[in-house]
DNA sequence: CGAGTTCTTGACAGTGATCAAGCGACGTGG
DNA sequence: CCACGTCGCTTGATCACTGTCAAGAACTCG
């Protein structure tokens, strides 16, 4: 939530904070096809939010933390349009759309808040475009590794070392490959000196050499 | 603009509706860095929307039509975070952001239509990173022309004839692919009798045959 | 009409996918 | 506490899709 409040502002800002909902490690908050009700503030765990085709093949569109705001994708089409499943035991707090709407009439700096979060999933989503159309490899992962140690280090976290929270797969579906380049691609790094790997524990030895790898950005 | 309004309130969206402004082909209607203002209703014309990396490398992230709005990537940061080029001469709508949001507090219904804009375009984009992280040439491709027909469709024209307004380059930039594989691709679909490609102008023959490339999505 | 841009097509190469096998970690139940 | 089964990860060999390089054709616009 935003700053700029007042105690009673903020007081219907909490209100607007219906109740706290818990999910379980692989169980899903809301399920493409559910009706949309609620926008869902992560409190504590992690999130991956993912669309699939008719033929069942699943594109991972994002990963989600604490503090970080999901299911936006519904209100287009007062359904939602993606799965959002819990990759850890996770708490969010749910916040009725209509009630989010309602108090951000009365409270131009809520409305504010809220146009900048859904534009920031717009830019967000934009990266990940060019990632996805102008990246190999290993520049991809190099990108994921760095945006997500730095969203991890604005957390209070470290800013070399990280635990994953999702498999090799889910990490290539994210970013356009399969498992097994994934996989290779941490092997490199590591031969290389730039990082070490143990399983889902990474730790970056050489960010500037990650830096490096992720502006060369050169076309496929 | 949605429905739902009685007269009144029409008179005051109209009057957000600041000014006209038209864009030659080859401009700008704004770039990467630009101080955040307005939204655009295109009223006539075609956009694309660009990202660019550090090295000059580009990647499409859009193509805009008459009645669609562009310029959220603003909202976050106060100031653009794309370029949008007009393809072919343009007019278009501004929209004082701080109107928008100053009326859309006294009318709930263009609040709504506000949100729904910003979701259709998470959700857009969503489709998009599927299209490049799942699907090969042909798929790719195959979406694009029925994207691009269906919207066209919606205004009016033609279901199986469009004339292209963008380069091969421009679009294997929106779909990953480079502009050799985009002509090859329109060639091997001419060659199959799917549709009939002379430049920029483009028929489609057997829309069900393009529906079932689509929807097969097999893995890269 | 001519220069420049865009498009097509061919030959070849490379990145990452596919297929396959084995290893390691983790959790459950005996 | 350990055995075992499952799931996830790693690594190797091979292949295919699409990229790269190149040349020429077609079109556009001044």
Redesign the pocket.
């Known amino acids: 939530m935003p700053v700029g409040f007042n105690a009673d502002e903020m007081q219907k800002v909490d209100e607007v904070v219906e109740k706290r909902r818990r999910i379980k490690q692989g169980e899903r908050l809301f399920s493409s096809g559910d009706a949309f009700t609620s926008l869902y503030a992560i409190r504590t765990g992690f999130f991956k939010t993912c669309v699939a085709s008719e033929d069942g093949r699943e594109q991972v569109t994002g990963f989600q933390m604490a503090g970080e705001i999901i299911g936006m994708d519904g209100i287009v089409a007062d359904h939602h349009n993606c799965n959002a499943v819990a990759l850890e035991d996770a708490e969010v707090c749910v916040m009725p759309f209509a009630s989010v709407e309602e108090l951000s009439r009365e409270l131009p700096v809520l409305q504010r808040h809220v146009h900048k979060i859904m534009s920031r999933e717009i830019v967000r989503e934009n990266s990940v475009m060019m990632l996805l159309g102008n990246m190999?490899?290993?520049e991809r992962l190099a990108a994921f590794l760095l945006n997500l140690v730095q969203r991890l280090h604005a957390r209070g976290l470290s800013q070399s070392e990280l635990v994953l929270r999702m498999?090799?797969?889910e990490i290539g579906s994210y970013l356009?490959?399969?498992?097994?380049?994934v996989?290779?691609t941490?092997?490199k790094f590591s031969d290389d000196g730039i990082i070490e790997?143990k399983?889902?524990y990474v730790k970056i030895i050489d960010a500037d050499a990650l830096k490096k790898i992720f502006n060369s950005q050169i076309?496929?």
Chains 1, 2 share one sequence.
Do not use: I
């Not at 356009?176 to 380049?181: I, N, Q, R, S, V």
């Open positions: 190999r490899a290993e498999t090799r797969e356009g490959l399969k498992l097994e380049t996989s290779r941490f092997s790997v399983q889902r076309a496929y």
